[in-house]
């Protein structure tokens, strides 16, 4: 069958090649507007109405569909190359890095790239330096540039409002819950917040002294410069060329010949298709996005982004999408893609034994997007590899939970409760009170089993001896640079790097194309297969990230 469908889509495309090539003229440069928060695949159903009308539910384009554009730009002789038109750029630093290896491997088929900007950011001037060139108007300006951190600790207001937070964390670095039980930050918060900052500053300026050409002491000079005007960018070196973009088709070709412009809704059916041998098996790929929950995945409708709680990875539909890919025999190997803050301890608890299970059965190579930390790491550790990004937040091994008491806000408020219970510790989770020294006790016990679990979980997926595990746990974040030093993941790379893995783990023909394939949970509940070899709060125990980090001026 495979034979079969290689030789009719091979013949079609040998007959409609020589007719696509006709039209000679018309395509020098392919302009690709770069916007949005670029998703790793291609962008899931829209929100309802009337979210749908918000400026963020607009589905933009993805890692997947750049990448395919760029792949058929660059089989086409015709074309000699692409302008990133960048304005719209929203993305994170993981994510850029992701645009930049898509880039590089453009080039490295004999292609040109042209960045254009009007609104320049850190984010935008990390992305366009993998371009070989950069052109800006004259009117552009580099407004701020850097990285930044902010924490905000409500402590105080809380308390103000007759809230009390009574939390209980293991590990110095595990800091989630400080916002809300401290009124600063911790010497351990801020020791692992500088390390991150240092790491990932370091990776925009090594990135960007590379693809520019320059020092990196010029690069660092020119970030504490800012603001810089478009003609101290050029003079600085961070800018080729300042024409505006009526001038770029003049620019790269000649005032007398200039190059032809189009853009690739004009370009898609007019383009090449390579002839290719299609493997008979896929590549799939299962998402982990958002924070880790009990129950089924759910994007809950709220009007605003509101960290954490806006995607909601649910347990039970990751596992029936593990499923599926164990009872497919056309699945060669699975890709997981993690893009967690973490979340319930026993929701990980969970996905955990399913990727386990998987393993048993064919590869499994875990992604890492710009978040895979605390409970996304806790699901990663039974891969048989993992690939990040330098600038993943990975790691956060550690455990922390608790309550809200909002007896001072009833009182507040003049209002009374009146408890009847039967059991010593039938109210252990009750708002009325903070805990009693047995039921702190008690609880701590369960988050010490959970701390200890989680450790035994990482020391016997990744080979790490349990002394060893504790060095990198007690809560710290890592970037992906620093992940791979201290063996918690294996390479640095982007997706399409996680793929190649799966690929050469399950022995397919590196030579065919392989499919890749998104696998979701069906309609029809899998029970597991034999093992060879609610709310967020409810069960009180959390593996969550402390923060999500974000490029000034990114968008």
Request: hydrophobic residues 45%; glycine residues 8%.
């Amino acid at each position: 069958m495979s034979f079969i469908q290689d030789l009719v889509r091979n013949t079609w495309y040998t007959l409609a090649n020589p007719l696509r090539r006709l039209r000679r003229g018309g395509m020098d440069y392919v302009q690709l507007w770069l916007t949005g928060s670029f998703p790793e695949r291609r962008a899931k159903e829209r929100l309802p109405f009337p979210w749908s009308l918000l400026p963020w539910a607009a589905a933009g384009m993805s890692l997947e569909t750049l990448n395919e554009q760029l792949e058929r730009l660059a089989a086409d002789p015709r074309v000699r190359g692409a302008i990133l038109m960048l304005d719209g750029l929203a993305a994170d630093l993981t994510t850029i890095r992701s645009l930049r290896e898509a880039v590089r491997r453009f080039h490295a088929k004999g292609k040109r790239t042209v960045a254009y900007l009007t609104s320049v950011t850190t984010g935008r001037l990390y992305m366009a330096s993998a371009a070989g060139e950069i052109a800006l108007p004259e009117s552009a300006t580099l407004p701020t540039a850097g990285l930044r951190l902010e924490v905000t600790f409500v402590k105080e207001t809380l308390n103000r409002m007759g809230i009390e937070v009574d939390i209980e964390a293991l590990g110095e670095y595990k800091t989630s819950p400080d916002r809300f039980c401290r009124s600063a930050m911790s010497e351990p918060h801020r020791e692992m917040a500088n390390a991150i900052l240092d790491d990932q500053y370091a990776e925009i300026v090594s990135a960007i002294a590379g693809g520019r050409g320059l020092a990196e002491d010029a690069v660092r000079r020119a970030v504490d410069d800012a603001p810089l005007t478009a003609q101290e960018m050029v003079a600085r070196g961070l800018a080729d060329v300042l024409v505006y973009e009526d001038q770029l088709a003049a620019h790269l070709g000649t005032p007398e010949r200039p190059a032809a412009l189009a853009t690739w809704r004009e370009v898609r059916r007019r383009l090449v298709r390579p002839r290719r041998r299609q493997a008979r098996r896929s590549i799939g790929i299962v998402s982990v996005e958002g924070t880790i929950v009990p129950g089924p995945s759910r994007r809950l409708p709220s009007p605003l982004p509101i960290p954490y709680f806006e995607e909601q990875a649910g347990a039970e539909t990751v596992i029936q999408a593990l499923r599926q890919a164990e009872r497919d025999n056309r699945v060669a190997a699975v890709v997981l893609h993690v893009d967690s803050p973490g979340g319930s301890a026993l929701a990980a608890d969970l996905i955990w034994r399913e990727v386990l299970r998987l393993r048993q059965r064919k590869p499994v190579v875990v992604y890492m997007g710009s978040m895979a930390a605390s409970g996304g790491y806790y699901i990663s550790a039974p891969a048989s590899y993992i690939v990040a990004q330098a600038t993943t937040l990975t790691g956060s091994i550690g455990i922390w939970g608790g309550k809200v008491v909002t007896a001072g806000l009833y009182e507040k408020w003049g209002a009374r409760r009146e408890v009847l219970q039967r059991g010593e510790m039938a109210g252990l989770y009750s708002d009325i009170a903070p805990f009693t020294k047995a039921g702190r006790q008690r609880f701590c016990r369960l988050l010490e089993a959970s701390y200890a679990r989680f450790k035994a979980r990482v020391a016997e997926g990744r080979g790490i001896e349990r002394d060893r595990v504790e060095e990198v746990a007690r809560g710290r974040v890592w970037t992906g640079r620093q992940a791979l030093e201290r063996g918690l993941i294996d390479e640095v790379g982007d997706l399409w790097a996680a793929v190649e893995k799966a690929k050469q783990i399950a022995a397919l023909d590196m030579q065919r194309y392989v499919p890749v394939v998104t696998l979701r949970a069906g309609r029809r509940h899998l029970l597991p297969l034999p093992f060879e070899k609610g709310p967020l709060l409810g069960d009180g125990i959390l593996a969550l990230v402390p923060w999500q980090m974000r490029v000034v001026g990114s968008g």
